[in-house]
């Protein structure tokens, strides 16, 4: 891999704007772990943003031996397209809305209403089944790595660094194997550093275009996941 630093951002030069660069998200989080060890060796939590960025987040507790622990927030769904959002809402209930964009749909205050709700409540039944309710940790003093399948807006990941930079996490790092990179780019000034092995430009991105096997994990999938890492 040739390795390059651009800002805060580490990358591959090798797979810099390719598509269907990694089998799964375990392949991902085998060649990200590698580079978080590089990187982020003086991290003490991993935090996994769920579902996708789970068993990512296992490959990298596995290479560095850190505690791991999930970070439940959410995106903001357009009514009319659930693939896509216009902001995301933390377990907090601290809600970031892209005004500009939200405007640009026309979506009505009742819609965001009814998206924050949606997702609240979503929220509240992951905190539930996957982190079964557990007060989240005082982080004061900690290093951590926040991890996702992906970043596209990055309205989710901007949500998790805030509500754990809230809870005292001194310095941030940012790992995942695919980014749209001006997204990226733009947690500069909020964290550390972000690593991303596969950026992409462009007004089309999706995450699932850098994986050959992808689908929509399920409950009882990344449980299986954490319990590798004895999470359960």
Not at 157 to 174: H, T
Not at 194 to 211: E, H, K, M, Q
Request: proline share 4%; with cysteine.
């Amino acid at each position: 891999m040739g390795l390059i630093k651009h800002k805060c951002l580490v990358y591959d030069e090798d797979l810099l704007g390719k598509y269907q660069v990694f089998e799964d998200r375990i392949d991902a989080g085998l060649k990200l772990a590698k580079i978080c060890k590089e990187f982020c060796a003086d991290a003490n939590y991993v935090f996994a943003i769920p579902r996708g960025g789970i068993p990512i987040a296992v490959q990298i507790v596995k290479e560095l031996n850190v505690n791991i622990d999930l970070v439940n927030c959410r995106k903001l769904l357009i009514p009319w397209n659930p693939e896509a959002g216009f902001g995301a809402i933390d377990p907090d209930g601290n809600v970031y809305v892209d005004e500009v964009f939200a405007s640009y749909l026309g979506l009505t205050d009742e819609e965001i209403r009814n998206a924050i709700k949606a997702q609240l409540d979503e929220i509240k039944s992951r905190e539930r089944i996957l982190r079964r309710n557990r007060p989240y940790p005082n982080l004061r003093g900690s290093n951590i790595i926040v991890v996702d399948d992906g970043i596209a807006a990055g309205y989710t990941m901007r949500a998790a660094i805030g509500f754990l930079k809230r809870k005292g996490a001194e310095k941030v790092y940012v790992a995942v194997p695919t980014c749209h990179l001006e997204s990226a780019l733009k947690f500069c000034k909020e964290v550390n550093l972000v690593i991303c092995l596969n950026p992409r430009s462009g007004p089309f991105y999706a995450v699932a275009d850098a994986y050959i096997n992808w689908r929509d994990l399920t409950d009882e999938d990344v449980i299986e996941e954490l319990k590798k890492v004895r999470y359960y």
